[in-house]
């Protein structure tokens, strides 16, 4: 038996992954495996990163149903990397949903989110596995920066205040590798494109419930309080928006129904800390990014720029299969320098209601990180991620305990947030904007 179990651990994010595990602070507190097809790249893995004997070392073809439930059944949380998940992934969470074992990705797929919902969201939570997809960039920090305002909004005007817009703008270096570009192709030309439209829509994967309607994408953004800043269409918006939503969902029906939502008897009583958690029903979530040319009009020009490419990607396969030929390899990703340089930045703006006794607050949460955000950093979200499930599990939020298809936030709330500042990589902060006197306070 391991603690936690590393699929895909020779591929580029895996590496990554495999080498910070090697090195955590509490690397004694934990013993992991590292798992892959190919039998000569693990052994090269465990020779690059000077892996000792602790670390188990396990061949796993992720195309045979008996090797991934032998691997999953030997380990308390398993990490996943082996994408694309629409056509690798599903076998492994049903395994983990079958044997009761905690589960973390990297998957900005929401088509496939879609997919592992419907399959395995009651069995999981039958059985009491914790399974949260998209742990990575994708979709980690738009979740808990959402999470961070509504906290700190409900800390200066009380439990019941609800929240209005919310708005996150992302600021960044960083570069793309084999394994993204690929889940791309893969989605362009196997996942049926009736599937990906049912997936673009709002709130497809909030449980039972919509939400308030989406504010209408535009070209430019203006920031708020940041005169003359304009974001612009933002890659990862639909995946990242997804989640968002289905965090609220989540913690909507919870509260309207906690007795219903197969949360543990002594849990009931916490129906006040899911109440917190709420964000509304007049809750809105959109996404951009900053580019480093500000005005208006280059985000505009960009905005159309990156749809016309979508589409005609989209519509002419030969096309993106020549593109293909010259961008990085599965496997292959940014340098080392490369991904030392890169870091985001991610500011989110959420307003909250106004009530005749309190008019509308405004809050701005930032999320910073050293390193590249895809990759790099990515590493450090999913591994204290994994880590959370595996030694912070008393501390979890409330729906952690009932088990289910989850998200970073509704699964892992303060914990990965305290986790992420304590490596030195990552810092949040949140404060009221004053709009009248001009100033903020911080709140964290």
């Given amino acids: 038996m391991v603690d936690i179990l590393v699929l895909g651990a020779t591929g580029f994010t895996g590496r990554l992954i495999t080498r910070y595990l090697a090195t955590h602070p509490e690397r004694a507190s934990f013993k992991f495996a590292v798992a892959a097809r190919s039998k000569s790249k693990l052994e090269e893995l465990v020779r690059t990163y000077e892996l000792d004997e602790s670390v188990e070392k396990l061949q796993v073809d992720v195309t045979d149903p008996e090797q991934i439930d032998a691997a999953v059944r030997q380990a ?11 056509r690798w992934g599903t076998p492994v969470v049903q395994a983990c949903a079958r044997y009761g074992k905690h589960y973390v990705d990297l998957s900005g797929e929401t088509y496939w989110n879609r997919q592992i919902i419907e399959k395995y969201e009651v069995l999981a939570m039958k059985i009491g596995a914790i399974i949260v997809p998209a742990c990575g960039f994708d979709s980690l920090p738009a979740d808990l920066l959402v999470f961070l305002s509504n906290n700190t909004l409900k800390r200066e005007a009380g439990p019941d205040t609800e929240l209005a817009h919310s708005q996150t703008f992302y600021s960044l270096r960083g570069g793309v590798s084999g394994g993204t570009l690929s889940t791309m192709l893969t989605m362009l030309d196997e996942v049926p494109r009736h599937i990906v439209q049912e997936s673009n829509r709002p709130y497809t994967l909030s449980p039972a419930i919509r939400g308030a309607r989406v504010p209408r994408m535009q070209l430019a953004y203006a920031v708020p309080f940041a005169r003359g800043a304009f974001g612009t269409f933002f890659p990862m918006a639909q995946p990242n928006q997804s989640i968002v939503q289905r965090t609220w969902g989540l913690h909507a029906l ?37 580019l480093p040319v500000p005005g208006r009009i280059p985000a505009v020009l960009f905005s159309i720029g990156f749809m016309v490419t979508a589409v005609i990607l989209a519509i002419f396969r030969p096309v993106r299969h020549l593109l293909w030929k010259f961008l990085p390899k599965s496997g292959e990703g940014p340098s080392e320098s490369a991904m030392r340089n890169g870091w985001v930045e991610a500011t989110n703006y959420t307003s909250s209601v106004p009530t ?45 305990h009932a088990g289910g298809v989850l998200t970073p936030a509704s699964a892992l709330g303060e914990v990965i947030m305290r986790r992420l500042e304590k490596t030195g990589r990552v810092e949040f902060e949140s404060a009221i904007v004053h709009t009248d006197k001009n100033e903020s306070r911080k709140d964290r």
């Fill in 254 to 290: 919870a509260t309207l129904s906690p007795s219903g939502y197969n949360l543990p008897a002594q849990l009931l009583g916490k129906v006040e800390d899911l109440r917190r958690r709420t964000y509304g029903p007049q809750f809105t979530y959109r996404e951009a990014m900053i």
């Fill in 76 to 86: 308390k949380v398993v990490l996943n990397t082996v994408g694309p998940y629409w």
């Fill in 356 to 400: 005749p006794s309190r008019p509308a607050l405004h809050v701005k949460s930032i999320m910073r990180g050293r390193g590249d955000p895809g990759y790099s950093l990515t590493a450090v979200m999913i591994s204290e991620s994994a880590l959370a499930l595996l030694l912070d599990k008393p501390s979890l939020p409330p729906l952690a």
